[in-house]
């Protein structure tokens, strides 16, 4: 193959993309090789190797249809430059295509960032419990400083509204449920009026993540995180939403009720060492000042919202789409989970 060695994964068009890669990017040298990153549920991620050693990393939306306001990779790639200027880690931004004749779609492309990705319980158990404390010290700190970032001051000012997020987001999730459901689930159909009906108000505008995990990060040799990765869903928000959902992703001894669907396998922070999700509630307080009495109200409201984006993962994978395959009838009952779990925190609410 003249511009690669070996298989080309779906998703490249290899010889435009090579000359767009050749052109675009300063110091990339083909031919390339591509590889499909495993384990994204979202965008399509690639490493690619080129001819002197650079290592690169290329992002796309899924195969086929995709919902709309999903997957917009140049406002990706604008805000991954943008964070880049505050102390929140991340993957150095290179260049974005919008032409969609290179590569079937428009794509990003950034610095490869060496170190490992904590998806599973598996992925932890290589670090020593000093290890894990330390990286759950950063995890907390990282979130902290993404809330403490002003948006207007690196240009995101104009990302969202600063007012009505999770508003916003019950309207927006709703929509996208609908569009992308594979089945009837009368908890989904319950929960939108519900979570209105007890909305606090939002007091505060952050930047917020909006699917700040462990499996979103690099973490690097000195334990702590080398890089936050996909921000896909970032905009201005509601600072105890974005907390919300990390805490429900930080799996503690309650299991992974809240988080989002797994395929199997215990989350990366069920290890000891980790700090609990009471602990790292209560480190967040401490550091940024904020009251978070409200927290259980923002966790009903991401375990709902993360059954959302999960039955659209789900209906992406049925579609094959994604490149790759998994077990789709656990990630399923995973999303029914969620939707129950959500009724029963909105109870204490």
Not at 30 to 42: A, M, T
Not at 269 to 276: A, K, V
């Amino acid at each position: 193959m003249s511009a690669s060695e070996g298989a080309v994964p779906a998703g490249i068009q290899i010889e435009p993309v090579s000359e767009w890669l050749e052109s675009e990017i300063e110091g990339a040298r083909g031919p390339f090789r591509f590889e499909l990153i495993e384990g994204g549920r979202s965008n399509l991620t690639y490493r690619v190797l080129d001819s002197v050693g650079n290592e690169l990393v290329l992002r796309r939306p899924p195969l086929g249809a995709v919902l709309a306001t999903a997957h917009d990779m140049a406002r990706e790639h604008r805000i991954i430059s943008a964070v880049a200027q505050s102390s929140v880690p991340v993957a150095p931004a290179l260049g974005v295509c919008e032409d969609e004749s290179v590569n079937g779609a428009p794509f990003y492309v950034m610095r490869f960032v060496r170190g490992r990705v904590l998806a599973t319980a598996g992925d932890s158990s290589v670090l020593s419990i000093e290890e894990r404390a330390r990286v759950g010290r950063r995890f907390f700190d990282v979130l902290a400083d993404l809330h403490s970032v002003d948006p207007d001051e690196i240009g995101l000012g104009d990302l969202g509204r600063k007012t009505g997020y999770v508003e916003r987001q019950i309207k927006r999730w709703s929509r996208q449920w609908e569009d992308s459901k594979t089945r009837e689930l009368p908890a989904m159909d319950r929960l939108p009026a519900l979570l209105t009906a007890k909305m606090p108000e939002q007091t505060e505008t952050v930047i917020a993540h909006g699917d700040y995990r462990l499996g979103n990060m690099i973490i690097g040799e000195d334990s702590g995180i080398a890089a936050v990765l996909d921000w896909e869903l970032c905009t201005q928000g509601d600072p105890l939403a974005d907390l919300a959902y990390a805490i429900n992703d930080w799996t503690g001894p309650e299991g992974r009720a809240t988080g989002p669907p797994t395929v199997g396998g215990e989350g990366p922070s069920s290890l000891e060492g980790f700090p609990t999700p009471e602990d790292f509630l209560a480190a967040y307080e401490k550091r940024t000042g904020r009251d978070c009495s409200q927290i259980l109200y923002y966790r009903a409201f991401q375990v709902w919202r993360t059954a959302c984006i999960g039955e659209g993962v789900l209906a992406r994978y049925m579609k094959g789409v994604m490149g790759h395959t998994f077990d789709t009838d656990s990630y399923a009952q995973g999303i029914v989970q969620l939707s129950e779990r959500s009724l029963e925190l909105l109870d204490q609410v």
